[in-house]
């Protein structure tokens, strides 16, 4: 089973920016779709972005333009960079280690990262 580590949340103003990692252990990390999702206080989980194996991207509406996923297979990690974040964006995110269609978590999540967006 696949281990995900989560690193990186903190308290940000608007208008800041947050770098979300997630280091994977086992050696088929870099054969899953990976992807980010996130929870706010009493709201569900959703998706907020995933990366295929080849890195085809899918991102949520409400953080086009804002947030990048990305991954480094040689060092069995995906990224989340989130630019221009708002109050909005505040809430536990999660990593998981296989997005299935590109919405669908089907893996392992990771322990969960608090992000507060906050003046």
């Known amino acids: 089973q696949v281990q995900l580590v989560e690193s990186g949340g903190g308290l940000v103003q608007p208008g800041g920016s947050l770098r979300l990692s997630c280091a994977a252990s086992?050696?088929?990390?870099?054969?899953?779709?990976m992807g980010w999702y996130r929870q706010a206080p009493g709201k569900e989980r959703a998706l907020v972005a995933a990366?295929?194996?080849?890195?085809?991207?899918n991102y949520a509406d409400f953080v086009k333009g804002r947030f990048t996923i990305s991954r480094d297979n040689a060092k069995n990690t995906v990224y989340l960079q989130m630019n221009s974040l708002k109050p909005e964006d505040t809430a536990v995110y999660y990593c998981?280690?296989?997005?299935?269609?590109?919405?669908?978590?089907?893996?392992?999540w990771g322990q969960g990262n608090q992000v507060t967006v906050s003046s």
């Open positions: 998981n280690s296989n997005v299935v269609g590109g919405i669908i978590p089907r893996g392992s």
């Open positions: 086992g050696s088929i990390f870099s054969n899953r779709a």
């Open positions: 990366i295929t194996s080849g890195g085809t991207t």
